[in-house]
């Protein structure tokens, strides 16, 4: 099995319009039955004022089918503490998920610094 309980995934909604709102969510599989998964973690919605995404401050819980067609799934290493995670824009990378540490996932959609 590729994904097991304990796995950190970062996953991006894909949008299914032009102008639907932006979602990622950051979170460990608490339990897996073959590609759907139940997670915890945070979700963090795109902020078009401020260009950036804001974290949901409530840890929840969802249900994803990892074999649809509608997310794009990062493993991430399982040291990273997802409550530490958060997104920030850098000169030399564009916008990053980052715990301010070790942890760095590039998240431009549309090439560097979108």
Same mark, same amino acid.
């Given at each position: 099995?590729?994904?097991?309980?304990?796995?950190?995934?970062?996953?991006?909604?894909?949008? !299914?319009? $032009?102008?639907?709102?932006?979602?990622?969510?950051?979170?460990?599989?608490? @339990?897996? /039955?073959? +590609?759907?998964?139940?997670?915890?973690?945070?979700?963090?919605?795109?902020?078009?004022?401020?260009?950036?995404?804001?974290?949901k401050p409530e840890k929840r819980?969802?249900?994803?089918? !990892?074999? $649809?067609?509608?997310?794009v799934v990062n493993i991430i290493?399982?040291?990273? @503490?997802? /409550?530490? +995670?958060?997104?920030?824009?850098?000169q030399s990378a564009g916008m990053?998920?980052?715990?301010?540490?070790?942890?760095?996932?590039?998240?431009?959609?549309?090439?560097?610094?979108?």
């Open positions: 099995m590729l994904i097991d309980k304990g796995t950190k995934l970062h996953i991006v909604y894909r949008a !299914l319009y $032009e102008d639907s709102t932006r979602r990622h969510f950051l979170g460990e599989v608490m @339990e897996c /039955d073959g +590609v759907v998964c139940l997670l915890q973690g945070y979700a963090f919605v795109h902020d078009t004022k401020l260009g950036t995404y804001k974290r819980k969802t249900v994803i089918d !990892l074999a $649809e067609s509608g997310y290493d399982s040291n990273v @503490e997802i /409550d530490e +995670v958060s997104y920030k824009y850098l990053v998920a980052t715990d301010g540490k070790n942890f760095s996932l590039d998240i431009n959609e549309f090439g560097q610094r979108s």
